[in-house]
């Protein structure tokens, strides 16, 4: 859709309707609109409309949150131009889940629209500038670079403002503009462009709806244009089999190219027509698995969930690796569909939609779509459409999906919910995908299921205190035993000199009888590149990135020291540059080393990583996932990312080369995450018929976490840190508010947090830390004071607070010192 609208000239009609309507940019609240008779009767809660916002009278894509007949008593209320759909794209519990997402996560309506709607469904507006008709082309009145632009318009016709800047060849073109506008020499023209595009191809059929038979019979005309014979006998065999015929098939199916098609279409035998098409890769049924078999024991899980949902509207299902949780998901995921409802599916990874996908395609065939951030704008909307439609019986998708339109949802599955990756750091809003999702399901009247290996501290603690439904799973599927645990001292191998590089003896001794027995290995280690900084030895400089307060990453590969925080990149020094000795030292080892150097102690074994670097591009996690399935590699070495759910039959060995490093962050959730980190890659090990080995090298193997998870103590560790949490107030006791201050100026920055932390002091009881710097002052050369706020979790605090903080907020963007500063709430961090 294209859209041209000049606000001089649009014709005002009676009003007695109007639109709340959401804006996509970071303002409070929604903004009221008139709405023109022309389509008061169609225009419903949800639809796009488009309208002017601000001085600059620029055009946007809003959303209509409600509609009344509550004329406001202030100011001049403009008029929707455009209803940019015949019917809504967003639904009403879509509207009250925004609601509750920007009140509850502090942020706008306008961030959660962004964060919701795919770019696709929000219409790009253009500025561009054109002459008028009613100017005399008086060039006295003209200065000669007004002259030049008039010029440029004469011959080019309508321009937009960059694309005249390039060609007259002006960097301060603003002034001109507004010059020549108050001359009446020029119009300027707002232009809304659709960006969705449906994708079509090209289609034939016979023409003049001609008989495939008299086609076939037309046949003997081309015998001396044997290319054109081939193309029409694919074009018959095609059509007998499918009844449609692309351009494209004929052309491959005979092996010729669309000229010969053409000729087909000039002798009147074939006529072409386009055809909407859809982007997304027709999923098709996978291989058929039968019916659902579960065992004794998980069909125990089945009937204690189905009992636990009659009580409670969450479940958490806590079964151990290889348990089969995936079955239980299946079996309850059918049965909602048999009901003719929708199921939403949740995975917090991407990478783990290329197993799962294969599973659900067995099983629910062409009904199930997928949702992550590496579809383009344009899937993105073709899937949106889909599910509004109910196209989609399923969704398997990352935290995002939770804002796709259902319409009859039924059943939300949080795969590995215990996992950080469900939560949104930037942009605003930053939810949590999992607690999101619970809300959602409350919306639409429907049953959450929370399923992992290692809950979360806070859903353990609500299933212990019966807020959900808490069903174990102890055993694994088919009676497989857990994998073996055991701790490599590597403190003790280094002082003895028998670490080989970051290798124990006993590692590379079970690696090579795993490749002898044809088995496969996982080797994890959590850092990325190939070493985590640079020292010279001489005089201990480091070299940091120029933006951040961090050391520089050394990757090998490409050569450079990257920093992992703004992606600043710089070649490797040739010298220390703060004595100028040569004699620099790489320092720790990521995953990038790890790859380089098994081959000398392994020339033959196949190798790849399975980090972010390494899996960049659409399908870049799917393809090392086959491989390694498909037995094409014998080692993967990966971060957190081969921690999470995947499920590989051949492998027999885990080893986690440093679990120090695991334990060493300055968090409070950091013995949590390194046991759930150990546990979870720990299960990767043996998950068919022999039992696996889990090596973990650490240089403090006494220390509880290594411990916990050798001896499956996992109960006494988590009472341990409810203990120590509940002393500190931290949750599951508390709810975490953080408040960030952001500045370029590290005074400005420093006065602006303790003046903020001082308002909050005033109008909030709950305990108020800070403002600090946190563990990393400086990010993207900005620096940074973070304000940590605890309300208790039972309390009736959490709304009072929450406006006070929103209250402070609004006083800080009014101080004439500090309105400058960016503020960033993070609620749940």
Known sequence: MLLSIHPRIFTPCMYDHFADIILPLKLGGTFTYKVPTDFARAIKPGHRVVVQFGRQQKMYTAIVMRLHKNKPELGIVKSILALADDEPVVLPLQLKFWEWMANYYLCTLGEVMNASLPSALKLDSTTTIELSPDWLDEEEELTDREFVITETLSHEGPLKIEDLQKQVDIRAIHPLIKSLLSKGVILIKEELEERFKPKTDVYLRPANEMGLDELAARGDELKRAPKQEQALVAFLEIMDVEGKVSRTAVCEKAGVDTTVIKKLIEKGLLESYEKTIGRLAALGKGEDVGPIMLTPIQQQALTELETGFEKHDV???????????????????????SEGKQVLYLLPEIALTAQMINRLRAQFGDKVGIYHSRFNDQERVEIWQKVLTGEYSIILGARSAVFLPFQQLGLIIVDE?????????????????????????????????????????????????????????????????????????????????????????????????????????????????????????????????????????????????????????????????????????????????????????????????????????????HKIIEQFQNHDLDVLVGTQMVTKGLDFGEVNLVGILSADQLLAFPDFRSHERAFQLMEQVSGRAGRRDKQGLVLIQAMNPEHPVVLAVKEGKWEQLYEE?????????????????????????????????????????????????????????????????????????????????????????????????????????????
């Not at 479940?315 to 569909?337: D, N, R």
């Not at 992606?567 to 000795?581: D, H, I």
């Not at 002091?761 to 706020?789: A, C, D, H, T, W």
């Open 315 to 337: 479940a958490l299902l806590h079964g151990v690796t290889g348990s089969g949780k995936t079955l239980l998901y299946l079996h309850l995921a059918q049965k909602a569909i």
């Open 417 to 621: 919910e215990h996992e950080t990756s469900y939560k949104q750091f930037d942009p605003a809003p930053r939810y949590h995908g999992r607690d999101a999702a619970i809300v959602l399901a409350h919306l639409h009247k429907c049953k959450t299921l929370l399923g992992t290996a290692t809950p979360s501290l806070e859903s353990f603690f609500n299933g212990r205190h019966g807020k959900y439904a808490y069903i174990r799973l102890l055993e694994r599927h088919g009676g497989t035993a857990m994998p073996e645990i055991r701790i490599v001292d590597v403190k003790d191998l280094t002082r003895k000199k028998m670490m080989k590089s970051h290798f124990s003896p006993v590692l590379l001794d079970q690696m090579q009888n795993s490749f002898d027995n044809n088995g496969q290995v996982i080797l994890f280690q959590n850092k990325r590149g190939f070493a985590p900084y640079l020292m010279c030895v001489n005089c201990n400089w480091i070299p940091k990135c120029r933006n951040c307060d961090v050391s520089l990453t050394y990757h090998k590969q490409s050569e450079t020291l990257r920093c992992h925080y703004c992606g600043y990149s710089r070649e490797l020094p040739q010298k220390c540059e703060a004595c100028g000795q040569v004699h620099i030292r790489i320092f720790g080892f990521g995953t990038e080393k790890i790859e380089e150097e098994l081959p000398i102690f392994f020339p033959t074994v196949r190798v790849a990583r399975f980090d972010l670097d390494s899996t960049r591009g659409k399908d870049g996690h």
């Open 721 to 829: 840190e409810l203990r120590v949490r509940q002393q500190f107030h931290y949750p599951p006791y508390a709810r975490l508010v953080e408040v960030t201050v952001k500045h370029i100026d590290r005074d400005l920055t420093q006065q602006a947090a303790k003046w903020l932390a001082g308002i909050l002091r005033k109008e909030i009881k709950s305990l108020i830390m800070g403002p600090v710097p946190p563990f990393i002052g400086r990010v993207k050369n900005q620096y940074l004071q973070s304000i940590l706020i605890k309300i208790p979790k039972d309390s009736t605090q959490l709304p009072a607070d929450k406006a006070a903080i929103q209250r402070a907020l609004h006083e800080l963007s009014l101080h004439k010192d500090y309105k400058k500063v960016t503020v960033v709430v993070n609620v749940d961090p």
